[in-house]
């Protein structure tokens, strides 16, 4: 299990990166809970964000996906540290504008104390903005995140609070197991907007299914021509992604359709280069 204290040397605490650290497949367990005030409505459950691999849009920057268990409420980030700067970026999904900072790691605005996190005592280095409130724990990432939104006349607090991490191997914590989660099963079939689009090469494709469904999902070309079927087969209820790459289709405008049951539903897509 990995420790962290107050005590760590002068030379760990300058190493401002480790405050968020990312690997392809770590992952992590957050306590959600949210409370409305003008509906008196209080709300708990468990959630998963993990690092799903990685991927370069067509600014040709390179980003970890991270993906979470309720994209209904959590959706899909993308995420790059400038180990330079030591900023932590988040893609906008506009390739022709720069990312936005999400965490400066090495600024000075960050408050540094200890707390205890999913039970391990631990160097956290806070950070305040609008309306939001986060914690990036040490050799951990992202501790806790409050928000303060204005919904129904009122404004009401979201809080997500670490429980359990998987660091590059390591775990801090303890997993409260699938069963205790929320279901990851949609109400309806949903076909999500490619991201990121425009693209080059490669870019996902997220859908939902209620039900076992036999599914068909394909990529046609301006001219209504079919140019790849990326599934064609049954599939399980809940939210599925598929990876495309372009690579080979020269740049332009094509569209992706998904179709299950009675239910068919085509989007465009935007291949730059």
């Given amino acids: 299990m990995l420790m962290l204290t107050a005590d760590l040397s002068r030379a760990q605490v300058d190493s401002a990166l480790n405050f968020f650290p990312i690997h392809n497949n770590d992952l992590w367990q957050y306590r959600y809970h949210y409370v409305e005030c003008c509906c008196n409505e209080d709300m708990s459950s468990l959630y998963t964000e993990r690092v799903a691999g990685d991927t370069t849009p067509a600014n040709g920057i390179h980003y970890w996906i991270l993906e979470s268990s309720q994209p209904q409420l ?10 330079a700067s030591g900023n932590v970026y988040e893609f906008s999904g506009d390739t022709s504008t720069a990312d936005p900072v999400l965490y400066g790691l090495r600024a000075n605005a960050g408050i540094i104390d200890t707390e205890t996190i ?3 005592r631990s160097l956290v280095k806070r950070f305040d903005g609008a309306g939001t409130s986060c914690w990036l724990a040490y050799g951990i990432g992202l501790a806790k995140l409050v928000t303060l939104q204005y919904e129904c006349f009122a404004w009401n607090d979201h809080e997500s609070v670490l429980c359990y991490a998987r660091i590059n191997g390591q775990e801090i914590g303890t997993f409260a197991g699938v069963a205790h989660q929320q279901e990851r099963v949609p109400a309806t079939y949903v076909l999500d907007q490619n991201y990121p689009n425009p693209f080059n090469p490669v870019t996902i494709i997220q859908y939902a299914l209620p039900h076992l469904s036999h599914v068909v999902l394909s990529v046609y070309n301006a001219l209504g021509q079919l140019v790849k079927t990326l599934v064609n087969g049954e599939e399980e209820p809940g939210y599925h992604d598929v990876s495309f790459d372009a690579s080979q289709l020269a740049s332009g405008v094509y569209f992706y359709r998904l179709q299950v049951r009675d ?5 465009r897509l935007l291949v730059v280069r």
């Fill in 74 to 83: 959590f959706p899909r980030r993308y995420m790059r540290i400038d180990s």
């Fill in 118 to 120: 999913a039970g391990v």
């Fill in 263 to 267: 239910f068919t539903q085509t989007k």
